[in-house]
């Protein structure tokens, strides 16, 4: 079983940066294939993005497309969601979550971090 917590959210002006943090105990992340998804106020949640055990990477175009990217350091045990040009439709509570394979759902979740976006 592997522990996922998430950190880096807060509260930024529309156009600027945020990096997430997803941190895991338990086991070795490079064995999983990491997701970041997000839930904001009144809406269902949703995918943003997706980095595979060998680096392959999947974003949502719609919604972050150009401007976050995801990566992990697995000497870290860590996966980055780096978001720029954030816009106010990003704020959400972001989550990472983790799977064994491809073919699996996402097993493992973090407790979220805010990110708020201001006009």
């Known amino acids: 079983q592997v522990q996922l917590v998430e950190s880096g959210g807060g509260l930024v002006q529309a156009g600027g940066s945020l990096r997430l943090s997803c941190a895991a105990s338990?086991?070795?992340?490079?064995?999983?294939?990491m997701g970041w998804f997000r839930q904001g106020p009144g809406k269902e949640r949703e995918f943003v993005a997706r980095?595979?055990?060998?680096?392959?990477?999947?974003y949502d175009p719609d919604s972050v497309k150009g401007r976050f990217t995801i990566s992990r350091d697995n000497a870290k045990n860590t996966v980055y969601l780096q978001m720029n040009s954030l816009k106010p439709e990003d704020t959400a509570i972001h989550y990472c979550?983790?799977?064994?394979?491809?073919?699996?759902?996402?097993?493992?979740w973090g407790q979220g971090t805010q990110v708020t976006v201001s006009s």
């Open positions: 979550a983790a799977r064994s394979d491809v073919r699996r759902s996402y097993l493992y």
């Open positions: 338990g086991r070795t992340l490079s064995t999983y294939d």
């Open positions: 980095i595979s055990q060998s680096g392959g990477t999947t």
